[in-house]
């Protein structure tokens, strides 16, 4: 089964719930930068409390956006040129894509990155690209609920993403 998730909003308790309750076992960081301003969201400090909770963590730097990418959503906010040119990097990702299909055919995994939203992100692009291949036959996006972490069964309509790494 294939996951994502958004640490937007929320903070590492509640994101290692919903990651629990959700049964996952592998989450995968796919930030090209993996840095944070949110306390516990840093990789060194992220893969100390996932693998703390019994979930295994793996950093695909490879599977995010790159800077020239990022930096033209930042200037102009148009998505769907984003969307082009970061399904265009997808495709030249075979070594890194393989190697997420592979964990996804074994495991319960969760892609992951900063937005809550994963319309506006690129996580739900890689998820298509799995989808695409066969590799998974449909993804679950988690939100993370401070009351209690629940799967979203519909994305919300996206609105100007946040430019992420």
């Given at each position: 089964?294939?996951?994502?998730?958004?640490?937007?909003?929320?903070?590492?308790?509640?994101?290692?719930?919903?990651?629990?309750?959700?049964?996952?076992?592998?989450?995968?960081?796919?930030?090209?930068?993996?840095?944070?301003?949110?306390?516990?969201?840093?990789?060194?400090?992220?893969?100390?409390?996932?693998?703390?909770?019994?979930?295994?963590?793996?950093?695909l730097r490879e599977l995010g956006a790159p800077r020239?990418?990022?930096?033209?959503?930042?200037?102009?906010?148009?998505?769907?040129?984003?969307?082009?040119?970061?399904?265009?990097?997808?495709?030249?990702?075979?070594?890194?894509?393989?190697?997420?299909a592979h964990q996804v055919q074994n495991t319960e995994?969760?892609?992951?990155?900063?937005?809550?939203?994963?319309?506006?992100?690129?996580?739900s692009l890689i998820s298509k690209e799995l989808e695409?291949?066969?590799?998974?036959?449909?993804?679950?996006?988690?939100?993370?609920?401070?009351?209690?972490?629940?799967?979203?069964?519909?994305?919300?309509?996206?609105?100007?993403?946040?430019?992420?790494?």
């Amino acid at each position: 089964m294939l996951y994502t998730i958004g640490y937007e909003g929320t903070n590492i308790d509640n994101f290692l719930t919903t990651l629990r309750n959700s049964g996952v076992t592998v989450l995968v960081d796919v930030r090209a930068v993996p840095l944070s301003r949110k306390k516990g969201f840093s990789k060194s400090r992220l893969k100390e409390a996932v693998e703390a909770a019994g979930i295994t963590y793996i950093h695909l730097r490879e599977l995010g956006a790159p800077r020239e990418v990022r930096n033209n959503l930042k200037a102009t906010g148009d998505w769907q040129d984003y969307v082009h040119h970061y399904e265009a990097h997808l495709t030249t990702q075979h070594e890194a894509l393989t190697r997420l299909a592979h964990q996804v055919q074994n495991t319960e995994v969760c892609l992951m990155c900063f937005e809550a939203d994963p319309l506006t992100c690129h996580r739900s692009l890689i998820s298509k690209e799995l989808e695409k291949r066969k590799v998974v036959p449909k993804t679950s996006h988690l939100q993370v609920s401070a009351a209690f972490p629940v799967k979203a069964s519909d994305a919300p309509t996206p609105q100007l993403p946040v430019a992420f790494a």
